[in-house]
């Protein structure tokens, strides 16, 4: 894709803190399969400009233990429940490829405490894997990228359903070829509108340094997103672990009144808090961190 030059980037990094003012949750992944507490990671930002520029971070390692064979795909909050979204890692029939876990607070989502897990009848095409699901206010939004890098307009696809039934069971989807190029060394890892903008988020296919992996692109209307019309790009100075890869994006709109801020649970600062005391910070980066740190 046709990156913006670091001068436009930069004053886009400057504007950004005016857009959505809801936090954020960057979800990481570690490539290789681990131990449950080992292998995924709820990265929380409080607004759009500490996400951009990787403020302020809060990592909690979730408790999940991923199955070898799946992968995190997608992660949204979608006014009554917290969705996760997993992949078979091969190629499989319907029913048996993709699974939507959802969980009814943050605290559970968190400490993966009452999940209920769904498996879609969606066979996804062999050469195709999911990279992004958000809820919009409008519509449930599924995102699909080919496997192997193709043309404009034959390698992203968006699905929309009005429902969580529609969703859950794979009924009246619309899908929609974007005309966005992916660059051939760059994958979506994300999708998420936080009530003022949809957020799109790019990984270089391979480990590089701070301000050169990450990318978010901005779109304002649900036209421009599925049109890839006007969008802004920003680099995150975030320099992702070698061995770490971004896998969802979610951004935290109060559905009952959007675009304001869910209120997350006091406990969770006391549960963030407590991890951080027990293991000690440094202790926790030298674990595992998603952060590459000298
Ligand atoms: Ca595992
Ligand atoms: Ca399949
Ligand atoms: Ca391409
Ligand atoms: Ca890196």
């Not at 520029?53 to 390692?61: I, K």
């Not at 929309?160 to 039934?165: E, G, L, M, V």
């Not at 599925?226 to 109060?254: H, Q, W, Y």
């Amino acid at each position: 894709m046709k990156w913006v030059s670091a001068t436009i980037m930069g004053a886009a990094m400057l504007i950004s803190g005016a857009a959505g003012a809801v936090p954020y949750t960057l979800m990481f992944e570690r490539d290789d399969d681990a131990g449950a507490g080992q292998e995924l990671v709820f990265r929380s930002y409080a607004s759009y400009g500490d996400l951009s520029n990787n403020l302020n971070a809060t990592d909690v390692f979730s408790p999940i233990n991923i199955a070898s064979n799946f992968s995190t795909t997608g992660l949204t909050w979608d006014g009554s429940r917290y969705l996760l979204m997993f992949e078979r890692d091969d190629d499989a029939g319907a029913g048996q490829e993709l699974v939507f876990r959802s969980y009814t607070t943050y605290e559970n989502l968190i400490n993966n405490l009452n999940g209920s897990d769904f498996f879609s009848p969606i066979n996804i095409s062999a050469n195709f894997s999911t990279t992004g699901l958000t809820w919009d206010g409008s519509r449930y939004l599924l995102m699909f990228e080919r496997d192997d890098d193709a043309a404009a307009g034959q390698e992203l696809v968006f699905r929309s359903y009005a429902t969580y039934d529609d969703l859950i069971n794979n009924l009246n989807g619309a899908d929609f070829f974007s005309p966005i190029n992916i660059s051939a060394n760059f994958s979506t890892t994300g999708l998420t509108w936080d009530g003022s903008q949809y957020l799109l988020m790019f990984e270089r296919d391979d480990d590089v340094g701070g301000g050169q992996e990450l990318a978010f692109r901005s779109y304002a209307t649900y036209d421009d997103l599925i049109n890839n019309l006007n969008g802004s790009d920003v680099f995150s100075p975030i320099n992702i672990a070698g061995n770490f890869s971004t896998r969802g994006l979610m951004a935290l709109v109060d559905w009952a009144d959007p675009p304001n801020p869910v209120s997350l649970p006091s406990t969770l600062t006391l549960l963030v808090a407590a991890c951080l005391s027990a293991l000690g910070h440094a202790a926790l980066t030298r674990i595992a961190s998603p952060d590459a740190r000298p």
